[in-house]
């Protein structure tokens, strides 16, 4: 119960840097979804990226 109080309390921390942090985390993944759809390069190899970097992007969250 206390451990689901202060994860709450870092989620919220400061009011709007979870809300802001997302909204980056948003753009970034919009970012990577426009590379995979104009890249050149064979599909396999852009989607390989793409899966690369939204595990990084993942990686983020934590």
């Known amino acids: 119960m206390a451990d689901e109080e202060a994860e709450q309390e870092r989620l919220s921390g400061g009011g709007g840097g979870c809300v802001a942090e997302l ?3 948003g753009e970034r993944l919009q970012e990577l979804e426009r590379q ?5 390069v064979p599909a396999v190899e852009a989607a390989t990226e793409y899966c ?6 993942r990686v983020g969250l934590f």
């Open 52 to 57: 690369q970097q939204l595990c990084q992007v």
């Open 23 to 25: 909204q980056r985390l």
């Open 36 to 40: 995979l759809r104009e890249s050149r």
